[in-house]
Structures are given as structure tokens and as C-alpha cells.
């Protein structure tokens, strides 16, 4: 799987989790993850209630809270 391809399939996955089961914690940001500190980053200057340019009317809180869940994405058993 292409990095791209894992990617979107995070994304969609963390949508899901965040749409679906509200009750899913996210986890905390993952050190090496550079959509993780710039998220971070910009709900922290511009506060999780800001609504983010180009974020579908989604405010960054959301799309942070969407983006850690994808971070669960492979804690998902695969049926072989």
C-alpha cells in the first residue's frame, strides 16, 4: 500500500470513528506525525472551536479529533 493510499485510508477510517462512535477516544498526538503537530499547532493558536479554511465547515477540534482517529487504524484486525 502506498503512502498515499494509507493515508486516505486513515483519514476515512478516523471519519468513520468520529461520525459513527462518538464514544472512541481518541489517542493522544503521535510524536512523529507531522499532520499531528501542525493540527496541534493551529487549534492551539487559533482554538478547537475556529473553523478551519479548506475543513468542510469542520471546526479544527473535529478535524483533529478525526485525525487521531485514524491514528487506530492498524489496531484493526484483518481477516486473511
Same mark, same amino acid.
Given at each position: 500500500? /502506498?503512502?498515499?493510499? =494509507?493515508? /486516505?485510508a486513515q483519514a476515512?477510517?478516523?471519519? !468513520?470513528?468520529?461520525? *459513527? !462512535?462518538?464514544?472512541?477516544?481518541?489517542?493522544?498526538?503521535?510524536?512523529?506525525?507531522? *499532520?499531528?503537530?501542525?493540527?496541534?499547532?493551529?487549534?492551539?493558536? !487559533?482554538?478547537?472551536?475556529h473553523v478551519a479554511p479548506g475543513?468542510?465547515?469542520?471546526?479544527?477540534?473535529?478535524?483533529?479529533? =478525526?485525525?487521531?482517529?485514524?491514528?487506530?487504524?492498524?489496531?484493526?484486525?484483518?481477516? /486473511?
Open positions: 500500500m /502506498s503512502r498515499v493510499e =494509507q493515508e /486516505s476515512l477510517f478516523g471519519l !468513520h470513528l468520529a461520525a *459513527a !462512535h462518538a464514544e472512541a477516544e481518541a489517542p493522544a498526538p503521535a510524536p512523529g506525525c507531522a *499532520a499531528c503537530r501542525e493540527l496541534g499547532t493551529y487549534a492551539a493558536t !487559533h482554538g478547537e472551536d475543513g468542510c465547515g469542520e471546526t479544527v477540534g473535529q478535524l483533529l479529533r =478525526q485525525h487521531l482517529l485514524g491514528h487506530l487504524l492498524p489496531q484493526v484486525p484483518v481477516a /486473511s
